[in-house]
């Protein structure tokens, strides 16, 4: 009988130990006090931060995750995660909530797979990018359909079919010639959004993000860009038709590995649909024009998918448990996928940062360029590939590199001048959340112990 009792105890004190607080929908000033409390508990590895306002001036909130938040370390990637774009699908709001705690209490109980993740990741999770519309959805009876109540911000937009369209620009440059990354925005690109994808346009150009994921609801599939279909409108509808992006095969990887560490997403057969391996090319789905998903991909160094997550756009509460237990997972190993491909600093011959150095993968028409810091990453999928630097005033140089299965390759680039230099070249600066030049490695113990002490992370009032 002791035997059984030890083993019972034994797997209470795991369930404990893993099991997120609370398991309840949170209205906003819940959330609020949420990621407060995440970060109260954890204050040395989370900020909370807001990158701005809703329509009806709630804060769209984001907490990070990091060894030192505010503070972009060089060749450390950054990763973000996106929840309730759509306020009437809730449970990646929910489920960030619980991914937020969870990685706090596993941080504190020296869990070494998330203390690995934590320091060598800068993670940013954004629970909710659109309150106003959850509130409405929210005050609707339990039994009342929420498909389209709340999906909309205050003003009345589908916020998923409000970015610029960089799409059209991109399969003419294809055919004709022209950019493969970072498309620009049209002058008059802020007249025409609204305030929380304004925010989220600032936000994800103010950060050199390397990967994302966006969670949606009302379908359980990871959907990987494109979204909108190189096709034209056909009598009056949009053809659906597989539009692959440049990087596919790394889409689809990066699909697959959410799908099969979900607990039944792979198996294809949910909500009265069915996708092979629980994934799908967006617009092979159905076509949608000017999505947060293409943006980050035309516009940034950011590789992004959409998860859709719940048949039950608004799963009841008793539900909750389950799909955290469905996802948790997943969730993790995501995160995890930024760690792969190659990454290093691109410098002049002066070990000067060089920013915006663009960097080519030989038979990807798709570049990414280099940071603020002078640092780039480049997710690849195993192989050998021809690497390339350049940037103006320099002569570019080309390597070839042998990327692996695990960590991601270390590939630097210095650069010689071609033309005498006509503006100074960028040193590193100080972060937007808080200053600091030398990275860790640098910097003598004692210091960082004092600085660690000291650090009062910015909070945003309530």
């Not at 350049?390 to 650069?415: C, M």
Request: net charge neutral; proline share 6%.
């Amino acid at each position: 009988m002791s035997g059984l009792l030890s083993v019972f105890l034994h797997l209470f004190l795991l369930f404990k130990l893993v099991a997120p607080v609370t398991f309840r929908h949170h209205h906003y000033d819940d959330l609020v006090r949420t990621l407060y409390k995440v970060h109260n508990e954890c204050p040395y590895i989370t900020q909370v931060y807001s990158i701005g306002r809703s329509v009806k001036g709630r804060h769209l909130y984001v907490l990070e995750f990091s060894d030192y938040p505010g503070i972009h370390e060089p060749l450390e990637p950054e990763v973000k995660y996106v929840g309730n774009m759509h306020g009437n699908e809730v449970l990646g709001r929910e489920l960030l909530l619980q991914l937020s705690e969870f990685l706090c209490e596993e941080f504190r109980n020296r869990n070494q797979r998330i203390v690995r993740l934590v320091e060598s990741t800068r993670i940013h999770i954004m629970p909710s990018m659109n309150p106003d519309g959850y509130e409405v959805a929210a005050a609707q009876g339990p039994d009342i359909s929420r498909d389209l109540v709340g999906r909309n911000n205050a003003n009345g937009v589908d916020l998923n079919r409000n970015f610029p369209d960089l799409n059209t620009y991109f399969y003419y440059n294809e055919k004709y010639g022209g950019p493969n990354h970072h498309l620009p925005l049209p002058d008059n690109w802020k007249s025409q959004v609204e305030p929380e994808t304004r925010a989220m346009i600032r936000w994800i150009r103010s950060f050199n993000f390397v990967l994302s994921a966006n969670l949606h609801g009302g379908a359980v599939v990871a959907n990987y860009p494109y979204d909108k279909s190189l096709e034209h409108r056909v009598r009056g509808f949009r053809r659906t038709a597989n539009t692959p992006t440049p990087d596919d095969k790394l889409f689809q990887k990066l699909a697959k590995v959410y799908s099969y560490a979900h607990g039944w997403m792979h198996q294809g057969w949910n909500c009265g649909d069915y996708f092979p391996d629980g994934i799908t090319n967006g617009a092979s789905w159905y076509s949608l024009s000017r999505g947060m998903q293409d943006f980050n991909y035309l516009h940034t160094n950011c590789f992004e998918i959409t998860l859709e997550l719940s048949c039950d756009k608004f799963p009841r509460q008793e539900e909750l448990q389950r799909e955290w237990l469905g996802n948790r997972e997943a969730l993790i190993q995501f995160l995890e996928q930024v760690h792969q491909g190659i990454k290093g600093m691109v410098v002049d011959e002066n070990y000067n940062n060089v920013v915006e150095a663009v960097i080519s993968v030989s038979g990807i028409n798709h570049d990414v360029t280099s940071g603020d810091h002078g640092d780039y990453f480049r997710l690849l999928l195993p192989g050998t590939y021809t690497v390339t630097a350049t940037a103006p005033g320099f002569d570019p140089q080309t390597v070839s590199v042998t990327v692996g299965p695990g960590e991601p390759k270390l590939v630097n680039f210095q650069l010689k001048r071609s033309v005498p230099q006509a503006t100074p070249t960028r040193r590193v600066p100080n972060s937007g959340h808080g200053g600091r030049v030398l990275p860790k490695k640098m910097q003598p113990q004692a210091a960082r112990k004092k600085e660690m002490e000291m650090k009062q992370p910015r909070r945003v009032p309530v």
